[in-house]
């Protein structure tokens, strides 16, 4: 028997969460949700998909193609997990979900607040023995919004809306994960996500996101990261970003919010610095304010956590930026070291 469903990223209006109901059952692991079949988890079981790209919508080495091959590459990066995405072109302007090719195109028939959808077809039947697998991914972009293909920018989470933050995201749903809308995940139902990571803005998966593709498609290669961000959860799969002060006296005490993930494959133990700057660039050459130290997080594991601190008396007026480095004794040896230092997503004036 054929099957097809539905997974859409929404835009949630005025803070209401908007989702699409499921009509297919779904299995839990750690966090991370995916589809089953008379017991059987239904993904590609050669472990990897063609994404046939349309050159009409996202020509060849244009920023469109580079900001989704870009998505593609962070899912094809996460270690202990086999699965690749690979790019074909589709060069006749059309799409079929009946051709067993997984299409990715702007889609003039979607409307806000569905930001894209991937129609996902998969086959489950028993003759003598089971028989199931993922068949066709289709993904289409909402044409009728506006989209950013720059680094995301925190002063505006709404239109124009990030194509490769949707792109990682509808990806998810291509290798066969469902949304995980408990805790802040790239599968949450609602835009942004679990957003970016670190100071340069990267759409990375979550380390929630990384154990689902592990589990569906297990290897033995290891990684070792650890990534600060400026979004937490706030329920129902959408997120915010973390709270710190816009103004504060010199002396006073204040307190931000901050959010940390364990994308390793293993548990790792760490410091976490928290820093005065005279620049949104969080360095360990700026001012310590103070120190988390033995913080740790089991693989998979994304937190969000609250921290006081002092402004110092002997600094001088003016704007500045509160920020926090992960590992900043670079007591763990990571495989990516850039996600680590992310400052506040607003300067605070110091008086």
Same mark, same amino acid.
């Given at each position: 028997?054929?099957? #097809?469903?539905?997974? #859409? ?14 009509m ?10 995916y ?58 302007g059309t ?25 996902? #077809?998969?086959?489950c ?10 068949d ?14 720059n ?25 066969g ?42 290897? #033995? ?11 937490t ?41 928290f ?77």
């Amino acid at each position: 028997m054929t099957r #097809r469903a539905s997974h #859409r990223m929404m835009l949630s209006l005025k803070g209401i969460a908007t989702g699409l109901l499921t009509m297919l059952a779904v299995s839990h692991a750690e966090a991370y949700t995916y589809r089953t079949c008379g017991g059987h988890t239904i993904r590609w079981n050669r472990q990897w998909d063609n994404r046939w790209i349309s050159t009409t919508s996202f020509p060849a080495g244009s920023v469109w193609d580079a900001r989704y091959q870009n998505a593609m590459w962070h899912w094809n990066n996460v270690k202990r997990s086999a699965f690749d995405f690979f790019v074909m072109r589709d060069t006749d302007g059309t799409h079929n979900q009946w051709n067993g090719r997984s299409e990715v195109y702007l889609d003039n028939s979607l409307s806000l607040p569905t930001l894209a959808v991937t129609i996902v #077809r998969y086959h489950c039947f028993w003759f003598f023995g089971w028989h199931y697998e993922l068949d066709e991914t289709d993904m289409g972009f909402n044409n009728n919004v506006t989209w950013n293909l720059n680094p995301l920018d925190y002063s505006n989470l709404g239109l124009p809306f990030s194509f490769e933050g949707v792109a990682l995201h509808e990806l998810g749903h291509a290798l066969g994960l469902n949304h995980e809308d408990r805790w802040l995940a790239t599968l949450n139902s609602n835009y942004p996500a679990a957003g970016t990571m670190g100071h340069w803005r990267e759409w990375d998966p979550t380390g929630d996101d990384r154990e689902g593709a592990r589990f569906m498609y297990p290897d #033995r290669t290891s990684e070792v990261d650890i990534a600060g961000s400026v979004f937490t959860s706030i329920g129902g799969g959408s997120s915010a970003l973390v709270t710190s002060p816009v103004s504060a006296a010199r002396g006073s005490t204040i307190r931000i919010q901050f959010t940390f993930s364990n994308l390793s494959t293993s548990t790792q133990t760490f410091d976490i610095g928290f820093y005065l700057s005279s620049n949104d660039f969080i360095s360990k050459f700026d001012r310590l304010l103070g120190t988390n130290s033995g913080a740790w997080g089991n693989p998979g594991f994304t937190g969000s956590f609250f921290r006081s601190l002092t402004i110092p008396a002997d600094v001088a007026p003016g704007q500045y930026w509160l920020g926090f480095i992960v590992d900043n004794a670079e007591g763990v040896g990571e495989a990516n070291e850039v996600n680590n230092n992310m400052e506040m997503p607003r300067p605070i004036q110091i008086n």
